[in-house]
């Protein structure tokens, strides 16, 4: 039900299953961070009933402090999650669970609440759950660049990008 090969953009339709797994990955996503945790929420496509997504959870976690990295590694590993500091970005760590052989299953967004990452994340999903038509076209736009190449997901983020900063324009909020 999940998993995606490293480097290759697969969709699938949406499975209302991702809900229940989500709130399964959420709970042991507390139980590891403990007081850390602020608040958790699935984010991505996954999210999204109705759209089309990369068989990935996306989670993105609110925590206290952005303590050391070496702290979240050490929670997480026994869950499976490994640091990918090169995805790192200022006030996020970025962690990937995978399969064992080597699907990608859950990313996660480590992050303070109220930051970039937590606003943009939370807000585009916001609004194409409430909006069918921007959901509609965001699924024609994700299906014509899968079409074009399913092998680089490197083009496909970057072809998603303008219709993302589009809509995160559209809510009206500001980011910090």
Known sequence: MLG????????????PAWAELFQQ?????????????????????TSIPGLDAKPILDIVVAVRDMADAAVFEE????????????ND????????????D?????????TELDTECWFTHVAFRDYLREHPEAR????????????????D????????????????????EECP
């Open 153 to 172: 997901r490197a083009a496909y983020q970057e072809g998603k990008q303008d219709f993302i900063e589009r809509i995160l324009e559209i809510t009206g």
């Open 25 to 45: 990955e959420a709970e042991q996503l507390r139980a590891a961070l403990g007081d850390q945790v602020v608040q958790i929420e699935h984010v991505g496509s």
């Open 4 to 15: 995606c090969e490293r480097h290759l953009v697969r969709l699938v339709p949406y499975q």
């Open 89 to 100: 970005r200022p006030g996020r760590l970025y962690f990937v669970k995978r399969l064992p």
């Open 75 to 86: 929670a997480l590993k026994p869950l499976g999650y490994v640091h990918k500091a090169e």
């Open 136 to 151: 509609q076209e965001y699924q024609r736009l994700k299906l014509d660049l899968v079409s074009q190449s399913s092998s």
């Open 102 to 110: 080597d699907r990608s299953t859950h990313h996660l967004n480590i």
